[in-house]
């Protein structure tokens, strides 16, 4: 039995088609669970689900717009169906619709759909099963955006902030029913949108990454799933309503960064 033993749970995993998502897929298998990916993208949710079933694990893609409820509703039945009960919820499928200020409604509304309020509608149709379940947890992503500004995001960081309060509700109200919900918030991490603008340097990432990262690096895919499989484990059975961070101390960094400020006090005026 390993720490975050999962033998036996059956997970779902919305957005879990794209780089991050196969990661977080990945370790779940890893540690037992059998894993249904819920996703827009049928060509890369269909390969994640092949390359991690390699090992011997079940993983399922099905195709579902987390914004159709009925197409929820049919992700929950099918696999309580398929899988005899529905264990750990893993919200992580998000757009990053953003134009800062100049926003339209819209749009706000869009990426407020799937990003939050998605959420609550799986968890709303899965509730009866986790509630049935022994081991029921739910775990949302935020990220290091739900609490620091950045430069052209509104949208974004307001709906990442929205999940941490969101997780904290969830938490309170379904504590009655067994079930466990917690958020994680990634750093940086070496994910799709890192992948495309970098041209897939992973070295030049890192760099960029390194003054905002007590790390000095972006994190691993595997290295937030493994947050993410603690977190839905008999092993974190005293954890509800937490926001862990997964971020390389971005979050512990405060505007002076890794430098010693204090010594400037002491240099010489160049003037
Ligand atoms: N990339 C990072 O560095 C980072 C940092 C902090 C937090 N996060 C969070 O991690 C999660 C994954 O981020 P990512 O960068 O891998 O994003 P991504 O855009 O690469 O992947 C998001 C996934 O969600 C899916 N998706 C989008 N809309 C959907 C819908 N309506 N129905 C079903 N699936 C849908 C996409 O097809 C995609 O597979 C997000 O919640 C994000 O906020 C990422």
């Known amino acids: 039995m390993t720490t975050a033993d999962l033998t036996g749970r059956t997970a779902i995993v919305t957005g879990g088609a794209t780089l991050l998502g196969r990661g977080v897929v990945q370790v779940l298998a890893d540690h037992g669970a059998s894993v249904v990916i819920a996703d827009i993208d049928e060509e890369n949710g269909r390969r994640v689900a092949q390359e991690a079933s390699s090992s011997g694990a079940t993983v399922t893609f099905r195709r579902v717009d987390v914004t159709d409820d009925a197409a929820l509703a049919t992700l929950v039945a099918e696999t309580v169906a398929e899988n005899g009960g529905l264990d750990i919820v893993v919200n992580l499928a998000a757009v990053y619709i953003d134009d800062g200020f100049a926003t339209t409604r819209a749009d706000w509304l869009t990426a407020l759909n799937v990003n939050v309020v998605s959420m609550v509608a799986l968890v709303q149709a899965a509730h009866p099963h986790l509630k049935a379940s022994r081991h029921a947890s739910v775990v949302n992503f935020t990220s290091i955006s ?27 109200d379904l504590a009655p029913d ?46 937030v799933g493994n947050v993410v499989a603690f977190l839905a484990s008999d092993a974190a059975s005293v954890v509800t309503g937490a926001d862990w961070a997964a971020d390389g101390g971005y979050s512990a960094m405060g505007p002076e960064q890794a430098t010693p400020a204090i010594p400037l006090l002491a240099e010489q005026d160049p003037s």
């Open 146 to 172: 739900s609490s620091v500004a950045q430069t052209g995001r509104w949208v974004y960081p307001a709906g990442k902030a929205a999940i941490a309060q969101l997780t904290r509700s969830m938490a309170m």
């Open 178 to 223: 067994g079930i466990r919900v917690n958020s994680v918030s990634p750093g940086w991490t070496w994910s799709a949108i890192m992948d495309d603008l970098s041209g897939g340097d992973r070295v030049k990432t890192d760099r960029v990454a390194a003054p905002f990262h007590l790390t000095g690096r972006v994190g691993d895919p595997s290295e």
